[in-house]
């Protein structure tokens, strides 16, 4: 049995992260200040002996005794994490420093939920670890994407200055239950638009691209990195290589839901990355790790989940 921390524990991801391990028999303490995330997404978990919730922002520090630290606090959504781009950051930064310190000093391994927004608009394609990626500095996305490449960085210090025993994944687009129905990322909007009857809103002409990962697919590999061998540091892409445009996606939703909604063309937000994959040699090299839920599969049960909340 380990003793674990979760930051970000009650959003999207984190809900589901808590629920692995609290069934895992793991001692889990879940670290969330309910920006983006939710009581809901975590109340079955609170019946659990093993699990515990604290309500906590991570930009402050926190003295916990754990044997690993999972780091996921950040709010995921362009709507979200722009709506103050100021704290954004600094739950990026500030709270990779908190988590980081307190790794070093209770000697956890720590996990950082990175991004595919470090590649930014990219223009090697599909994205490779290697890849440095192509971002804007001063953008609208930049508080998100630089807030988490400097993470990358400290993470990476720390671990060659203080020893610390680091794990950093790339996230891509990951879609599933539990995700915020009014957070407007594109698989919850199209699919609660398409329940609605309402329009479905496409920004720019729908023929950017995305890869979505069902989460108990990410999950698994964020849990195999977290265990995976010492000294594999990552980083290291997860996501679903399967590429859509954003049309695609609204058509398959249409069809899965039997909607009867029209597609609104809307203008395209500024830095919007114009595609986006990921290479994942390396996570099935080292973490015997790739995929197993198709896109069709996985929206199905966005779906079921939606159909029950709205
Ligand atoms: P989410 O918004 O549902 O979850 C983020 C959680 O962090 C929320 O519960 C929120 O309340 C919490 N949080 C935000 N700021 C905090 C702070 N200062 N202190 C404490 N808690 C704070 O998003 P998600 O999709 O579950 O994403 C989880 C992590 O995975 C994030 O770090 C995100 O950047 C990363 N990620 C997600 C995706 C994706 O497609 N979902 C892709 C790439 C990376
Ligand atoms: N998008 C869209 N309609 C929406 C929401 C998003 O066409 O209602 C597009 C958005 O412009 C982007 C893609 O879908 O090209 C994915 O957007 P999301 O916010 O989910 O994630 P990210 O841009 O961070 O990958």
């Not at 939920?113 to 440095?132: D, F, K, L």
């Amino acid at each position: 049995m380990k003793r674990v921390l979760v930051t970000g524990g009650a959003g999207f991801i984190g809900s589901h992260l808590c629920k692995r391990l609290v069934e895992n028999g793991d001692e889990v303490i879940c670290a969330d200040n309910l920006f983006t995330g939710s009581k809901k997404n975590i109340e079955q978990l609170m019946d659990y002996h093993n699990f515990e919730f604290i309500r906590h922002d991570v930009t402050k520090e926190l003295l916990v005794e754990v044997d690993q630290i999972y780091n996921l606090a950040c709010p995921a959504s362009p709507v979200y994490y722009q709506y103050n781009p100021v704290k954004t950051i600094k739950t990026s930064v500030l709270g990779a420093i908190n988590m980081l310190g307190l790794a070093k000093r209770v000697k956890a391994r720590i996990l950082q939920a990175s991004t595919s927004e470090v590649y930014g608009n990219p223009i090697v394609h599909p994205q490779p670890e290697e890849y440095w990626g192509n971002v804007n500095p001063i953008g609208i996305r930049s508080c998100y994407d630089e807030g988490k490449r400097v993470a990358e960085t400290l993470f990476f210090d720390y671990h060659r200055q203080n020893g610390v025993d680091i794990k950093v994944i790339r996230i891509f687009n990951t879609y599933g239950p539990n995700m915020n129905p009014n957070d407007g990322r594109v698989v919850s909007n199209f699919i609660v638009q398409a329940l609605k009857g309402e329009d479905i809103t496409i920004y720019g002409d729908g023929s950017q691209t995305r890869s979505f990962c069902y989460v108990d697919d990410l999950v698994e590999g964020m849990y195999r990195m977290m265990n995976s061998r010492d000294g594999f540091t990552g980083p290291v892409n997860l996501g679903n290589p399967g590429e859509f445009t954003m049309l695609e996606l609204a058509h398959k939703v249409i069809a899965l839901t039997g909607s009867k909604s029209k597609l609104l063309y809307m203008p395209l937000p500024q830095d919007d990355p114009t595609q986006r994959k990921p290479v994942i040699d390396l996570a099935k090299k080292e973490l015997d790790w790739e995929p197993k839920i198709a896109l069709d599969e996985g929206l199905r049960f966005t779906i079921d989940y939606f159909n029950k909340i709205i």
